[in-house]
């Protein structure tokens, strides 16, 4: 257990709708990552959050959108569903480290 | 820009056989690199790391070294178990809790 949660497990959705993906990181890091993983593309970084602010951002959609909140935890929103955006959603967290502690992801299904 | 390449799988091997998955890296500074591990159904687990030159990671009888002559970090295990069946991940980091994956690697092993 990596300390890292993530709701919901699983989500069926269709196409055109928006859905909200919750990470509460490791107690203590202030910094989290949101990573896509799909059979065709692998790994793929979206976006990172440190203490609130976004620090990085990788190859995030713009109808995708994420934000960290006071309490460190974060959502990443993702609008406009398309039959491609199914895939495993992640999120990591770190400390002042660089190592990344990943939670064991979202399966989004888009129908 | 840094990035990590890994040798393509699918790798399939008979319980107890030795185990090499290459990675090697470019990067234009000193990153750290990091091996982690995907099991079915699971988000990714940090399986050993390497912070600079020569340093070796070792875990649950896995190991790499971290090579800069040959920029290499290449993943190695003497007798592999069934239980090793997973999707095996390079990876390196810059700095800046930034962090580069490589595509993956599935090995499967059989009894």
């Known amino acids: 257990d990596s300390g890292v949660t993530q709701t919901p497990k699983h989500l069926i959705t269709a196409t055109g709708q928006r859905v909200t993906l919750r990470c509460s990181p490791r107690?203590?890091?202030?910094?989290v990552y949101w990573y896509q993983q799909s059979l065709d593309q692998g790994l793929q970084f979206l976006i990172q959050y440190y203490n609130g602010e976004e620090r990085a951002k990788g190859n995030i959609l713009e109808r995708f959108s994420a934000q960290q909140f006071p309490d460190l935890h974060s959502e990443l929103n993702l609008s406009s569903l398309e039959l491609g955006d199914s895939a495993l959603y992640f999120c990591?967290?770190?400390?002042?480290?660089?190592?990344?502690?990943f939670g064991p992801g979202t399966r989004l299904l888009v129908l | 820009g840094d990035s990590v390449t890994q040798m393509e799988g699918p790798v399939t091997l008979s319980e107890e056989a030795f185990l090499t998955i290459n990675c090697t890296y470019t990067a234009t500074g000193y990153p750290s690199l990091f091996w982690y591990v995907q099991y079915p159904g699971e988000g990714l687990q940090l399986l050993l790391k390497a912070t600079k030159a020569d340093d070796k990671g070792s875990n649950k009888g896995f190991e790499a070294t971290y090579r800069k002559e040959t920029t290499s970090f290449h993943l190695e295990k003497g007798s592999v178990q069934v239980s090793d069946s997973a999707v095996y991940f390079c990876a390196l980091s810059p700095g800046n809790n930034d962090m580069r994956f490589g595509a993956g690697t599935r090995l499967t092993v059989k009894p």
């Open positions: 990591a967290s770190s400390a002042l480290g660089e190592t990344q502690y």
């Open positions: 107690s203590g890091d202030l910094s």
